[in-house]
């Protein structure tokens, strides 16, 4: 899936921009090269397939049962991930049949492209911001007491699932979480301990966060370095520009007493690296 917004100068003028993606990182570090920045890229978490897959593989015989009264699919590589082990088990057919029989949502564009590749139906697709409360306000009209639901969550906790299940939870469904792939950090965190020396020493000029899981990641690694005080003082400095993709991760970055600079218009990658080279002071 691409997600691009047209770059007609290059107005980040060589300006060192952090990013901690790492499944997305080329295509992220490539718009940041085209809008004529440098791209400094340290990935703080990795998408780990869950080692004991028999969770994953009953929550599908659920479904395949149609016994789930509405699916949600939160991220594109959690139903990737999901359809992939239906299709080794000779149970894709089953799989789509369900989702057919069943109200199903898609948090993001991530999930729309995969259930479309698959010619799935999508009920709903929440507006942006895309926080819990668009989902939520909408699952609040479809009368989900003691309904069974289909949750694929993230690889860890966040504080948009933990607001989610909260808010289920309130409108009675019965919930049956399904996690494909858990968030582990880096085999090596060297890169992500040089980015932290570097922001430090005054060479990083913005910090772009996609997720909340992102920052929460970065100081984890700072802190178990004895860096994590020095870091937000660091990424407090007027001379460096904090940028989060949406309000989920705005939140997160505020939540470890850092100041957030930017949030784009609309919640895309594209949409930050334009907001970036707009926010930056001109070239000089």
Known sequence: MIDTVEVTARPLCGRTIALLEARRAAELAQMVDRAGGTPYVAPVLREVPVEDDRPMRAWLARLTASAFDVVVFLTGV??????ERATEDGRLDAALAALARARV???????VYVLKQHGVRI????????????LLAELATWHLDDRALGLQVYGGPTPYLERLRAGLARLGARVEEVAPYRWEGPTDDRAVRELIAACLAGRIDALAI????????????????GQAAALRSALNDPRVLVAAVGPVAAQAIEAHGVRVGLQPEHPKMGHLVKALGQALAPCG
């Open 105 to 111: 949502i898609a948090r993001g564009p991530k999930p």
């Open 210 to 225: 996609l997720s909340s899981s992102q920052i929460a990641n970065l100081f984890a690694i700072a802190e178990a370095h």
């Open 123 to 134: 009920d709903f697709v929440p507006p942006e911001p895309n926080t819990s409360d668009e």
């Open 78 to 83: 959690g139903c990737r991930a999901l359809l």
